[in-house]
C-alpha cells in the first residue's frame, strides 16, 4: 500500500476552541524565576542577603530548591530559579507578612526585580506521572490562552471615607492604553466592598511594564495622592521602598480563570467578594475554580467568564455575566453549590439570620448573591482591545 496525501479538504491547522482556562490548581510543579539587577558594588551585600534568605526559604512548606546564578556578561544581573511542589503553597508564602519580612535586607542592594512563574510541563528523563504515587509531577498538557494577563489590587481605606473614595476613583482621565509596541491595557474594573478597594486590570503583554507605565500617569497619580488620606494603610508614593512595600501587600493575584464563549459585547461584569474564615481562602478559591470549570460546561449557566483573585483570605470573583444578577438560579452566580461548604469555608451563614447550616434554600442563597456583591466604581474598556 502506498502512502497517499491528505485530502485537500482537510485544514492545515486546528481550530482552536474559544475555552479558555487557566489555573493554580492543576497540582503540577512550579518553577519560579526572578531576575534581579543588582547596584554596582552591592553583590558581595546581596550575596550575603541572599544567603541568609535562602536558609529561611528552605523551611517554607512546598519548597522543594533554589539556585542562584550570576550573569558572565554583567556582574551585576543574577538569577534566582527556585522549584515547588505547587503554586499554592508558593502563593500562599509570596503573599504572606513572612516575606515581606524575609526580602527586606534585600531592598537596598536591589536596583530592580522581575518575577516570572511557570508550571512545569515536561522535563528530561521523567513522566508526567508519577508511577509509583499515582500523583501527578508535571502538566499534563499546555493550556490555551487568550494573549491577556490579569491582576488585581486590593487595599482598604478608612472606614466612612468610602464614598469620598469612591467619587475619586471614578474621576480620572483614562491614561493612553498604548504602553509600548508589544503591551496594551485592555480594561480596568473598580469595585468596592465595604471599605475593601478591588482594582482588577486586563493586559496583553507585559504586565510589569503596564502597571510601571499607568504608575508615571499624570492623571493617574494624581488620584493615586487624592486617596493617600483615606487609606488604612499609610504610603508615600514619593520614597521607593515605601511604595514598594504597599503594593506588594495590595497584590490580588488571579489564581484561577475560565473563559467559556466569545466575549458578549451586552455581557454585565460584576464582582462578588467571598467572607472566607481565617486561614480557609486558598481551600475557598480551589473550590470555587473547580465549579467554575464545571459551569463552564454547562450550557445553562449565565457566566461567560470567571476570574478568581485570592491572597491570604481575601477572595474575589470577577464575573461576565448574561443579563443582571437578580435573574436566574443564584448558584450559578454564587459558585457554592454545596450547603456544607458554604458553612465550612466561608461566614455567609453568620450573615444570614434564619439560615438553615445543613441546606440554604433559594432565599438564603440569594441572600448571600446580596452580601457578596460587590459596588461598581467604574469599569473602562480601551478602545479596540
Given amino acids: 500500500m502506498t502512502a497517499t496525501s491528505a485530502p485537500s479538504s482537510q ?16 497540582g503540577s510543579r512550579l518553577r519560579v524565576v526572578l531576575l534581579v539587577d543588582v547596584y554596582d558594588g552591592a553583590q558581595q551585600q546581596f550575596l550575603e542577603a541572599y544567603e541568609q534568605l535562602c536558609n529561611q526559604v528552605a523551611s517554607v512548606p512546598g519548597h522543594v530548591s533554589d539556585q542562584l546564578c550570576q550573569s558572565i556578561e554583567n556582574p551585576s544581573q543574577w538569577l534566582i530559579t527556585s522549584e515547588w511542589e505547587s503554586a499554592p503553597p508558593f502563593l500562599a508564602w509570596v503573599n504572606s507578612e513572612e516575606h515581606v519580612r524575609m526580602v527586606e535586607p534585600l531592598h537596598s542592594c536591589v536596583r530592580d526585580t522581575r518575577s516570572l512563574r511557570f508550571n512545569v510541563v515536561r522535563e528530561t528523563g521523567g513522566p ?17 490562552g487568550d494573549g491577556v494577563i490579569r491582576h488585581a489590587l486590593t487595599f482598604t481605606v478608612k472606614p466612612g471615607s468610602e464614598a469620598t473614595v469612591a467619587g475619586i476613583l471614578a474621576d480620572y482621565a483614562s491614561p493612553d492604553p498604548k504602553v509600548d509596541d508589544n503591551t496594551r491595557l485592555c480594561r480596568t474594573s473598580l469595585f468596592m466592598h465595604g471599605n475593601r478597594v478591588v482594582r482588577a486590570i486586563e493586559v ?27 487609606l488604612e494603610q499609610d504610603r508615600d508614593l514619593d520614597n521607593p521602598e515605601s511604595a514598594r512595600v504597599f503594593f506588594t501587600r495590595a497584590a490580588l493575584p488571579a489564581v484561577h480563570h475560565v473563559t467559556a464563549e466569545e466575549e458578549d459585547p451586552a ?24 465549579q467554575d470549570e464545571a459551569a463552564a460546561d454547562d450550557p445553562r449557566s449565565p457566566v461567560l467568564r470567571s ?8 477572595v474575589v470573583r470577577l464575573i461576565d455575566v448574561r443579563g443582571g444578577l437578580d435573574a436566574g438560579d443564584p448558584v450559578l452566580f454564587l459558585g457554592l453549590p454545596d450547603p456544607g461548604q458554604v458553612a465550612e469555608l466561608t461566614t455567609f451563614l453568620e450573615g444570614a439570620a434564619g439560615a438553615n447550616t445543613s441546606a440554604p434554600d433559594e432565599g438564603d442563597l440569594r441572600h448571600f448573591l446580596k452580601l457578596a456583591r460587590m459596588e461598581p466604581v467604574t469599569d473602562r474598556r480601551s478602545p479596540d482591545a
Avoid: W
Fill in 307 to 314: 476570574t478568581i483573585f485570592q491572597r491570604d483570605d481575601v
Fill in 204 to 230: 496583553r503583554g507585559d504586565l510589569l511594564a503596564a502597571l510601571r507605565h499607568v504608575a508615571r500617569q499624570p492623571e493617574v497619580r494624581a488620584v493615586e495622592e487624592a486617596i493617600n488620606p483615606y
Fill in 11 to 26: 485544514p492545515l491547522t486546528r481550530q482552536v476552541s474559544p475555552r479558555v482556562s487557566q489555573s493554580v490548581f492543576d
Fill in 128 to 144: 508526567a506521572t508519577d508511577t509509583t504515587s499515582g500523583k501527578r509531577r508535571l502538566q499534563v498538557s499546555p493550556r490555551i
Fill in 267 to 290: 455581557a454585565e461584569r460584576h464582582a462578588l467578594h467571598y467572607p472566607a474564615r481565617p486561614g480557609c481562602g486558598m481551600q475557598l478559591a480551589q473550590v470555587l475554580a473547580q
